[in-house]
Structure formats: C-alpha cells, structure tokens
C-alpha cells in the first residue's frame, strides 16, 4: 500500500524555466510533509517542508505547495539550474506515527543547459 | 556540527553470506537511529528505528536484524544474504520528538550475486 505516490518517475526542463515535482498521499492523518534531494551515490538531503497548517511554504527558489482537500502536494523550482538535477523524493509524517517518515518513489529530474 | 558515518560505501556479496552494516553518529546525544533501503527502482522503505540503546523496531518482516549496542552506533545485519536483499542502503539520524527532518548517511550499495 503506496501510502505516499510521485507518479512521474522523470521530468525534463530548460535551464530558467519552471520545475514541478508532484507528489500524492493518501492517509489523511499526515501532518507534516517534507522533500528531500539525492544526488547518486549520496544520502538525501532536506531540502524544504510543510505544515499541514499552511498552504504555501517559499525558501529562495524552491516553493511547496499543499492541497489537503486533493491530498495532494507539489514543488516548485524557479528558476531551474543544472545543479537541480537530482532524484527528488517526497516524505510524509503523522504525528500520530511517531514521526517517521513515509517516502514517495522519487521523480529524477533533469535540467538541460 | 553533527556527522553521520557509513560504510562500507559499495558492497558485493554472495547469496548464503552474512552482512554488517555500520553506522555511526558523531555530536549529537542520544539521537534516534534509522536503516532505510532504497531498492531498484522504488522509493526509501523504512526498515527499522530505534530510540535508544537496545531498543529497536522493525516496521517490515525481512531477513535482516538491526543492533544498538551503544547511544550512537546502529548495525544492520543479516545471518544468510538472499538476492533480494540488494539496494542501496541508508543510515540517517533524528533529534528526538518530531523526527521528521532526517539527517542521512551516504549509503551502502549492497549488491547480492
């Protein structure tokens, strides 16, 4: 049971343009969403979260959006850079889980000059 | 500054063969511990968390243990390998009481022949 769901498994961009990374979940006790960056051979690394009592959440570049009602989030990279290109993996939490984290499949993105 | 070691970073072993892990959390204090694997393909699944020494949860039946013998070392074991316990393996770290912002290692790629 995919509790967490990134459907694109890749996304392509021009270097400037608009990334979108969207990511689905299902059990509407989350309340806590995160994403996460992986470059190969590396561990991830934080990239930027979310409340489940905001709708919008901006660090520099990178934007996360929330829909509760569609269960539904996404990230926004403005501009694209080549050094986006990463595997970008969505993560969930219920505090009711103690915290641990649920992971989408990742979407690998990449950002051609 | 917190680190987190892993290692060994590339890893091939036969099937029938046993397995350790070992991670190690440098300038935090007491911190909770997880394994996560990343198998081909999929997302990050969470195989097990501790919250202390000697405590250790497993969130799917496998064929793999995990150890905390002391406040910031987690090991990963298993007595006979199979085939499809290869991935890519990570060790990450958590402050304790809302767990979500996990810090990670930089993984062990497991291959099984």
């Known amino acids: 049971d995919q509790q967490v769901k990134q459907n694109s498994p890749s996304l392509s961009v021009q270097e400037g343009r608009i990334s979108i990374l969207n990511c689905d979940y299902t059990?509407?006790?989350?309340?806590?969403f995160l994403w996460y960056k992986k470059y190969p051979a590396e561990g991830p690394t934080f990239l930027i979260s979310?409340?489940?009592?905001?709708d919008k959440n901006e660090d520099g570049r990178f934007t996360v959006f929330l829909n509760k009602s569609a269960k539904h989030l996404s990230l926004h990279i403005v501009p694209s850079q080549p050094g986006d290109s990463a595997v970008y993996f969505c993560?969930?939490?219920?505090?009711?889980?103690?915290?641990?984290?649920?992971f989408g499949q990742g979407t690998t993105l990449q950002v051609k000059p | 500054s917190q680190t987190i070691h892993q290692w060994p970073a590339t890893l091939v072993q036969p099937v029938g063969s046993p397995l350790s892990l070992e991670c190690t959390v440098e300038?935090?204090?007491?911190?909770?511990l997880y394994w996560y694997r990343q198998a081909a393909g999929r997302g990050l699944q969470l195989l097990f968390y501790?919250?202390?020494?000697?405590?250790i949860s497993s969130e799917v039946p496998q064929n793999l243990s995990a150890s905390r013998p002391q406040d910031r070392q987690f090991i990963l074991s298993s007595k006979k390998l199979l085939l499809s316990d290869s991935g890519f393996y990570l060790c990450?770290?958590?402050?304790?009481?809302?767990?979500?912002?996990?810090?990670f290692g930089s993984g062990t790629q497991l291959s099984v022949l």
């Open positions: 990450a770290w958590s402050v304790l009481g809302r767990n979500e912002k996990l810090f």
């Open positions: 059990n509407s006790m989350f309340d806590y």
């Open positions: 979310i409340s489940s009592i905001k």
């Open positions: 993560a969930a939490s219920a505090v009711s889980n103690t915290g641990k984290l649920i």
């Open positions: 300038g935090t204090s007491n911190p909770n």
């Open positions: 501790s919250v202390g020494i000697g405590q």
